[in-house]
């Protein structure tokens, strides 16, 4: 072995093998700091030196919202059948579910629970973008269903957490049915007057934005998460312009109407508590 490598500093390290499990430091990719992983953990994955908010363990919004994690009853994503089109490119859709299972630990891209913020019951399903992009297929689409009769079931509130690249295309016209399937559970919690909030995560795209995540009566979001239906070199090249700076991150569609408002990590437990004290 060559002596140098033996002299290698944590830093060094650190940039050579960032996508580590074990690497005991991260580097943020706004400030290109070095930071102890231990640290950024219990920071709630935030940039201490400038508030970059990398994306959250899915387990550990439980963490964050509930009064009492050990009460909360977690709903995990409806079977469906894996592979209803066939589909195969490079690999085949049954290995890629598979491959993301065992990633993630998780059967697919979203899952819901019932537990107490300020004493105040509430539904909360949660998309996990480490799962195939958090794309939303069948799976997804009757979880969220679910979720929402669940809501109605307790007369209970309604908040999403999204975070996805849009619909799932290994299963082709059956993901984009679930765009109207989502909207139309959304009346249900309409009729019985029942709160919903969307939480915007980086990245929130495609057809979850289109859908169900632009519904809410109240939408917040973290500190510059990427929120757009189609990707801004896709629109520029349609439009043939030039898009303003940030048009795609929250700030910038706050100051437009779309975000009601922008809540860091740490304080996203108050701010929904706020809005439901409102709404209910």
Excluded at 18 to 28: A, E, I, M, R
Excluded at 69 to 88: A, Q, S
Excluded at 147 to 166: H, K, L
Aim: charged fraction near 25%; aromatic fraction near 8%; proline fraction near 4%.
């Amino acid at each position: 072995m060559n002596w140098l490598r033996m002299l290698t500093t944590p830093k060094v390290k650190a940039k050579n093998s960032s996508k580590s499990k074990d690497n005991l430091w991260t580097k943020c990719p706004a400030c290109e700091n070095l930071i102890y992983t231990k640290d950024l953990e219990d920071n709630l994955f935030v940039c201490s030196l400038c508030d970059h908010h990398f994306r959250l363990p899915v387990h550990m919004w439980h963490d964050i919202l509930f009064d009492n994690k050990d009460e909360v009853v977690v709903h995990h994503p409806v079977k469906t059948l894996d592979d209803p089109i066939r589909f195969k490119d490079a690999k085949r859709y049954k290995d890629r579910l598979q491959d993301s299972r065992t990633k993630t630990g998780y059967t697919d891209a979203a899952h819901y629970c019932l537990g107490k913020i300020d004493g105040k019951d509430l539904v909360v399903f949660i998309m996990n973008f480490d799962f195939m992009g958090g794309s939303m297929g069948v799976s997804v689409g009757k979880t969220f269903v679910n979720a929402t009769e669940d809501a109605i079931r307790n007369n209970a509130g309604f908040i999403s957490i999204t975070a996805s690249g849009g619909a799932r295309m290994q299963e082709g016209m059956l993901s984009l049915m679930q765009m109207p399937s989502t909207i139309a559970s959304m009346s249900f919690l309409k009729e019985k007057r029942l709160p919903f909030i969307n939480v915007f995560t980086n990245p929130t795209t495609g057809g979850v934005l289109a859908s169900f995540a632009t519904l809410g009566d109240i939408h917040i979001s973290e500190p510059k998460a990427l929120i757009g239906f189609a990707g801004s070199r896709v629109i520029e090249s349609t439009i043939r312009q030039k898009l303003p700076e940030g048009f795609q991150r929250a700030e910038f569609l706050m100051n437009h109407g779309l975000i009601d408002a922008i809540s860091s990590r740490k304080e996203m437990k108050k701010t929904i508590s706020k809005y439901l004290n409102y709404l209910m």
